[in-house]
């Protein structure tokens, strides 16, 4: 049982929660949000903060990264599955290498795969899945995984930002 407060933006109808426990509770899957504007959060890990934009929508899901030409290392997209599934990622339409990190409703790391590169060849470009099903998939910059030392199991913190 979660315990948690809400705040209605009037003007997007974006519900912003906090809560308890590091989970987003289950009310997140009804909120209400269009393709073009991103829930804002932020993952912490390794002492390190990094700023996320929230893949939400299906479109933000579909076009994930390819929207960026480039980030820094605070920053990456954190995708939310609605459920726990095995979801598949590929490079297409991607500008820059990435490190893909699968986490469970506790946000804790169950799959990663460091240093992947666009996809070069339309026809070819392979899918990455995860060993195991996830809630939540951060996408960082290519590298950050090692630089981090960041291992199956490892946990992160997340919060919503209003």
């Keep these: ?6 705040t209605i933006i009037e003007t997007e109808k974006l519900f912003v929660f906090a809560y308890e426990e590091n989970r987003i509770p289950d009310s997140l899957k009804y ?9 804002k959060g932020y993952v912490i890990i390794d002492n390190v903060k990094v700023f ?3 893949a939400f929508t299906d479109k933000q899901k579909q076009d994930g990264l ?14 939310f599955l609605g459920e726990p599934t095995k979801a598949s990622f590929w ?6 290498p990435i490190d893909i990190i699968w986490l469970d409703e506790n946000f804790s790391i169950v799959h990663i795969e460091k ?16 060993i195991k099903e996830s809630l939540y998939v951060l996408e960082t910059i290519a590298g950050f995984a090692n630089n981090h030392h960041l291992k199956l199991g490892d946990r992160m913190d997340f919060q919503l930002i209003d």
């Design 115 to 130: 240093e992947l590169k666009p996809c070069t060849i339309a026809f070819y470009c392979p899918s990455y899945t995860p």
């Design 1 to 6: 049982l979660f315990q948690y407060s809400f």
């Design 31 to 39: 909120t209400q949000t269009n393709d073009s504007n991103y829930l």
């Design 52 to 54: 996320v934009d929230i």
């Design 91 to 96: 490079m297409k339409n991607m500008h820059f």
């Design 66 to 79: 390819s929207i960026k030409n480039s980030m820094n290392e605070n920053q990456g997209m954190l995708f």
